[in-house]
């Protein structure tokens, strides 16, 4: 059937795909304020839906296959609808979903953490149930453990979406480079959240020199999944910084925690925080998050005898706190993880994945590049070279963030056109599990080589 109001191939190939998905949008956006419900699933002119999935492969209402890059937003390590998460979660589902009560799945999950983290070896572990709400608690235990308001965090870094965190904003750097305050969180807020360019640890000391900075946090792996690249020698002289100046290191390993080794990004980089916040892989694919560190900070959770709720201590309730569910997928998970034939698999297909990239990228003669700090974490950029990547002030930041804003209109594009050839990466990011074949990969770096040639072809492309 002709589809009108595209004039691109790619679209309207996409559209005569997807009549299915189209529908299911049109009923969506009666009940969704965006039509979705996370905002990385938006898409022009309709997202697709999906109705089974099964290790690298997931199928959506119109029939169609594809290779998955988004793997469950990076929780998905092991593929999809493993075999073991998903007995141990079925077993347990018999027994009940929620036991109102303490459980010993419950104990074994936080023992394997306290051996994978290498931060929470002979420390102790909170269960959450996302990410953003480890994260609040880590800021909070940060907080009441140095009686200091202000936090430190890095532009473009993600930390979820509460007030403290979701600001991207410094009045000190140019404020048309983020835009202004976030809306709904009052300004009195923002004034306790110092945003830094990433990289710059004379910017983080000269901070820290002030006072009040309770902690610094950051995405070990680098900003937004790896996006903008965290370097090995910044690591470890914010560890320095910090301790010298007795403010808390917390890492954000929600997407690196039991991704870029075992014992995530901390273990790779031998770079030790004093808190990590985790979630995705940590649940198998299943609700949950934690909060994992030394005992001089997770004990401020302890009742004490005689306690009368005094600022030091830090209440934590949650209906859904390591709930049997989660506790037995994560389990399952992280059990295979300690075997350790997780990481050699997947951290070679993801270099395949990334030199196959590059070199079809080559071959074509456009400018971009795929990268990832994260072994198994790919991001494709176009105009973009190896020397945008290298950013530690304020002016290659912005220089970056131009680049990456120019190469978005046709990164979206590009997804098109590779959904329409059965390969769904998310965003511009393909997100791998231990579940991809050699194949999986060999026919992707295929699809993206005959989806450049027809940007090339419409005019979306140049050379």
């Known amino acids: 059937m002709a589809v009108r109001g595209f004039t691109s191939k790619i679209e309207m190939e996409y559209v005569e795909k997807h009549l299915k998905s189209k529908d299911l949008y049109d009923r969506a956006r009666k009940v969704f304020a965006r039509g979705v419900t996370h ?3 938006y898409f022009e002119p309709m997202p697709i839906y999906c109705v089974r999935a099964k290790g690298s492969r997931k199928w959506d209402v119109d029939g ?3 290779i998955d890059y988004w793997m469950g937003h990076g929780a998905l390590i092991l593929g999809h609808a493993h075999p073991a998460i998903t007995k141990a979660v079925v077993k347990q589902a018999r027994k009940g979903t929620h036991l109102g009560a303490s459980h010993e799945l419950e104990i074994q999950w936080a023992e394997k953490v306290t051996r994978l983290i290498p931060c929470a070896r002979e420390g102790l572990v909170e269960f959450t149930s996302s990410g953003t709400e480890a994260t609040m608690m880590a800021i ?30 410094n009045p000190d750097y140019s404020p048309p480079l983020v835009g202004d305050y976030p809306a709904g969180i009052p300004h009195e ?5 110092i945003a830094l360019p990433p990289n710059d640890i004379e910017a983080v000391e000269k901070t820290v020199q002030g006072g009040d900075v309770a902690c610094v946090i950051l995405e070990p792996g680098g900003a937004s999944m ?9 690591l470890e002289d914010l560890r320095r910084v910090t301790r010298d100046y007795g ?3 917390i890492f954000d390993e929600v997407v690196t925690g039991f991704r870029d080794a075992p014992g995530g990004a901390q273990e790779r980089y031998n770079v030790i925080p004093d808190i990590s916040t985790l979630g995705k892989i ?3 694919g299943y609700p949950g998050g934690a909060v994992a560190g030394g005992r ?7 009742f004490r005898e005689g306690d009368r709720g005094g600022f030091r201590r830090i209440n934590h309730p949650g209906t859904f706190n390591a709930n049997p569910i989660s506790a037995a997928a994560g389990n399952a998970c992280l059990s295979l993880i300690l075997e350790g034939k997780v990481h050699p698999s997947i951290n070679r297909k993801g270099d395949m994945l990334r030199r196959g990239l590059n070199d079809v990228i080559e071959d074509a003669g456009v400018k971009a590049l795929a990268w990832g700090t994260t072994p198994s974490i790919i991001y494709v950029g176009f105009g973009i070279g190896p020397e945008d990547l290298e950013v530690s002030d304020i002016e290659s930041y912005i220089r970056f963030q131009r680049k990456i804003s120019e190469s978005r209109s046709i990164m979206r594009m590009m997804e098109k056109a590779l959904i329409n050839r059965g390969i769904h990466p998310m965003g511009s990011r393909f997100i791998l599990s231990v579940a991809h074949t050699r194949v999986d990969i060999e026919l992707t770096i295929e699809m993206f080589y005959e989806a450049l040639r027809e940007l090339r072809s419409e005019g979306i492309l140049k050379a």
């Open 39 to 41: 905002d990385s699933r």
């Open 247 to 249: 403010v808390i290191l």
């Open 226 to 234: 790896g996006l903008i690249p965290t370097m090995k020698g910044f």
């Open 140 to 169: 909070r235990i940060a907080r009441a453990y140095t009686g200091r308001k202000k936090i430190v965090k890095f532009l473009s870094h993600f930390h979820g979406w509460f007030d403290y965190t979701i600001i991207d904003y």
């Open 64 to 66: 169609n296959e594809y």
């Open 189 to 193: 807020i923002c004034k306790y959240t």
């Open 296 to 302: 001089e900070y997770m004990s401020l959770l302890e």
């Open 282 to 284: 940590l649940a198998g």
